[in-house]
């Protein structure tokens, strides 16, 4: 079982990246899917959770009308498309996937490797 992200890399204040995670080992069916993030120095936060249904997303206050997360079931692939980035969105960023939800105090079930997101000014 494994979670890959990608897409993460260095982009000025103002650009866009798209994050992609993509599954191999299980199937994204049933399962909820989110990103979370930690810049240097902070505690990791979620960032963008899209539930199992794909009926329901939740989007950090900070975030919000800026990011936008949505999956591929058939690619097995959940995306977190960012837009008009600042410096602030600096950080790592990881996905994750629970047969529930990924903010369960325990933490989702599977996690990927991060990937780093710059955004420089």
């Known amino acids: 079982v494994q979670l890959q992200a990608s897409g993460g890399g260095l982009v000025q204040v103002g650009g866009s990246l798209t994050l992609s995670c993509a599954a191999s080992g299980f199937s994204f069916d049933g399962y909820a899917l989110g990103w979370f993030r930690q810049a240097p120095g902070k505690e990791r936060e979620g960032v963008s959770s899209?539930?199992?249904?794909?009926?329901?997303?939740y989007y950090t206050d900070s975030v919000k009308g800026r990011f936008t997360i949505y999956s591929d079931n058939a690619k097995n692939t959940v995306y977190l498309q960012m837009n008009s980035l600042k410096s602030e969105d600096t950080a790592v960023y990881y996905c994750?996937?629970?047969?529930?939800?990924?903010?369960?105090?325990?933490?989702?079930?599977?996690w990927g490797k991060g990937t780093l997101v710059t955004v420089s000014s």
């Open positions: 899209i539930s199992s249904s794909g009926n329901f997303k």
């Open positions: 994750a996937a629970d047969p529930v939800s990924v903010h369960v105090g325990s933490g989702p079930r599977y």
